[in-house]
């Protein structure tokens, strides 16, 4: 989503500049190098993917992610004030934001967009959502990952000297920043101050 | 508390947790490795997008220009200009997100300042118009109303919480 937009205008600008400027020689280059080290890139991250990607499947199939779930259950029926009906969601909910947190994206989007389908059907005006599914939206777009595997990854393939050192600054971030976004939500929400 | 620690004692509980639920250790983490690697590929093409587009504006000089017209601006707020490009696109696109911060940590070095904060800026952040377009759409929802200014605007708030802790 809006990706496209992007992807063009990058494009259109480098190749134009480039022309405006003369270095034909070093786009073509560039333009051939940057596919080159994509797959660099994807070959170093696959290893580190495969073994975060295998302790995944430990805790979601040992039952602790369920576990973190049913943790969940209580603090998130506090934070979402359902609509009628919209309550129907919180095991889907729970399910997609505990995923979120170990980092299994691909295990959470599922489950997050039957939680968004659940409450949709909920709502008496069709198209509209409801401050629970954008609270529900925010919480998915502030990112509450616990462990940034992928950084981490990142890091170790370029050389940090530890490249867990993002960890504890990653979680203050994130907090910062979801803890931002419930805030705003609850200002913003049509139901003020109850 | 020493963070190299926080990985092995995570798998140590999660072996712990699975031989307590008498589930095939192994096995299991085949299949998980199996779906981390189907990830890697999957992201591949996208790389691939993004790193050709990001390439042609370093080679070409232009995203040299862009940092120096935006470091003012940025040095203002206290951020470094190597994060300009993991900043803006982090919103937009994940694998366009992680190709610029390993732009800036082959360039800067994985344990600059900057490297780092992007690498703590991508972490603690999602994309943001992918997922709002992703759970909106499949919910058949016109109206998002404040979605995707409040998630910008909590973006922005991270961006300046990890700019102030990462030194």
């Given at each position: ?7 063009c ?5 480098g190749v134009l ?8 020689q ?16 994807c ?8 073994f975060?990607?295998?302790?995944m ?5 040992s ?6 779930a ?6 998130l ?16 909910i729970?399910?997609n934001l505990s995923a979120?947190m ?5 295990a959470a989007t599922?489950a997050?967009l ?6 949709a059907?909920?709502q008496?005006?069709k198209g ?12 998915n777009?502030?990112?509450v990952q ?20 993002i ?5 203050v971030?994130t ?9 705003l939500?609850r ?5 003020r101050?109850? | ?8 004692a995570?798998?140590l509980?999660?072996?712990l ?13 085949v299949?998980?490795?199996?779906e981390?690697?189907?990830t890697?590929?999957?992201?591949l093409?996208?790389?691939?997008a ?6 042609l504006?370093r ?5 040299d220009q862009m940092q120096?017209v ?7 707020i206290g951020l470094?200009?190597?994060s300009v ?6 919103p ?17 070095g ?7 904060l ?13 997922t709002?377009s992703?759970?909106?759409g ?6 998002s109303r404040?979605a995707i200014p409040?998630?910008l605007?909590a973006y ?11 030194r």
């Amino acid at each position: 989503m809006g990706m496209n937009g992007v992807f063009c205008v990058l494009l259109l600008v480098g190749v134009l500049h480039a022309a405006a400027t003369g270095q034909a020689q070093e786009a073509q280059q560039a333009l051939i190098a940057g596919g080159t080290q994509a797959v660099e890139l994807c070959l170093s991250l696959a290893g580190a993917y495969a073994f975060f990607g295998g302790m995944m499947g430990l805790i979601r199939e040992s039952g602790l992610a369920s576990g973190l779930a049913a943790a969940l259950r209580r603090p998130l029926s506090r934070l979402f004030r359902f609509e009628l009906g919209e309550e129907a969601a919180l095991t889907d909910i729970c399910l997609n934001l505990s995923a979120d947190m170990l980092g299994m994206g691909n295990a959470a989007t599922p489950a997050g967009l039957k939680a968004m389908r659940t409450m949709a059907q909920c709502q008496r005006e069709k198209g509209r959502a409801s401050d629970a599914m954008l609270l529900f939206l925010v919480l998915n777009t502030t990112s509450v990952q616990l462990l940034p595997t992928t950084m981490i990854a990142l890091r170790a393939q370029a050389g940090a000297a530890n490249p867990a050192d993002i960890v504890w600054p990653t979680l203050v971030a994130t907090a910062v920043a979801t803890g931002c976004g419930v805030l705003l939500c609850r200002l913003c929400s049509g139901r003020r101050g109850r | 508390m020493n963070e190299s620690l926080l990985l092995p004692a995570l798998l140590l509980m999660a072996i712990l947790s699975a031989l307590r639920a008498r589930i095939n250790v192994y096995d299991a983490f085949v299949r998980g490795a199996r779906e981390g690697l189907q990830t890697a590929f999957q992201i591949l093409p996208y790389l691939v997008a993004v790193l050709t587009a990001v390439s042609l504006l370093r080679e070409t000089g232009l995203l040299d220009q862009m940092q120096r017209v935006c470091e003012p601006v940025f040095a203002g707020i206290g951020l470094p200009a190597e994060s300009v490009g993991t900043i803006l696109l982090r919103p937009l696109s994940g694998s366009a997100a992680l190709a610029t911060v390993n732009d800036v940590m082959q360039t800067a070095g994985a344990d600059s300042r900057a490297a780092r904060l992007c690498c703590v800026i991508s972490g603690a952040s999602e994309t943001v118009f992918f997922t709002g377009s992703l759970y909106l759409g499949s919910a058949g929802v016109e109206r998002s109303r404040y979605a995707i200014p409040v998630s910008l605007v909590a973006y922005a708030a991270g961006v300046f919480a990890a700019a102030a802790i990462v030194r």
